[in-house]
């Protein structure tokens, strides 16, 4: 009788453990750079507006903006009166207005009030083009007060990201006199999407170091954190 080895060879034992930890480490290393690169993909797409959305150098971004403008357009008869150190542009007659796009949630107004203002009506159109999301904020203010000073004026808050159209209009023979437009973007675009992106590179970060730690020990090699 021919007795057969029956012992089992240790390093094949431990060969396919290896390679299949490697193999794991490596499909979940894949598997995060797909996810990042669409991720990134989707965060260019949200936070730039194309040319269907209108001129981008047409468009108040968040800050303030002094009158007048060369991206806020004036309809009508409009003066530009210097107060101090404060310019204005100002008008008389009724039914004139300007009209401007800006990206943000916030939106504000600088302007003079006092005895002669009077009724000022702002049309806030939220998104742009026929798209079904677009809706619109009508806000009628009134400006008159026993004296003349100056005041800024919320016209809109928590509105939705993107591009807004607004539409601001004199309603009666009254002053109405601006001096700046105040934008503000709260929370940001990157700011909202950001803390996602970077959980997603910590993620990576880890599959690295599992990836290396796998490939080493299935070559023989040194191993990240042993002497």
Do not use: C
């Amino acid at each position: 009788m021919q007795l057969q080895d029956s012992t089992t060879n240790p390093e094949n034992d431990v060969i396919h453990p290896r390679g299949w930890l490697l193999w794991q480490t490596t499909l979940r290393v894949l598997l995060l750079l797909g996810l990042l690169t669409w991720w990134l993909t989707v965060l260019a797409r949200v936070t730039t507006f194309g040319s269907s959305a209108g001129d981008p150098s047409t468009l108040l971004h968040s800050g303030v903006t002094q009158l007048p403008s060369s991206r806020v357009e004036l309809h009508g008869d409009w003066v530009v009166q210097t107060i101090g150190t404060e310019s204005f542009v100002a008008t008389r007659v009724a039914g004139d207005g300007l009209r401007f796009q800006f990206v943000g949630t916030e939106l504000g107004l600088v302007a003079r009030a006092g005895p002669d203002a009077g009724f000022i009506s702002i049309r806030i159109h939220q998104g742009t083009g026929n798209h079904a999301s677009s809706r619109e904020m009508a806000t009628r203010l009134n400006l008159k007060r026993t004296s003349a000073r100056v005041e800024i004026l919320t016209l809109g808050e928590s509105l939705s990201p993107g591009i807004h159209l607004v539409e601001i209009r004199n309603e009666d023979s009254a002053e109405l006199a601006l001096a700046a437009i105040i934008v503000r973007d709260r929370p940001s675009i990157w700011w909202a999407w950001l803390p996602p992106l970077g959980l997603g590179l910590v993620g990576l970060a880890v599959s690295l170091y599992a990836w290396w730690n796998a490939l080493v020990t299935a070559l023989g090699w040194w191993r990240l954190g042993s002497e």
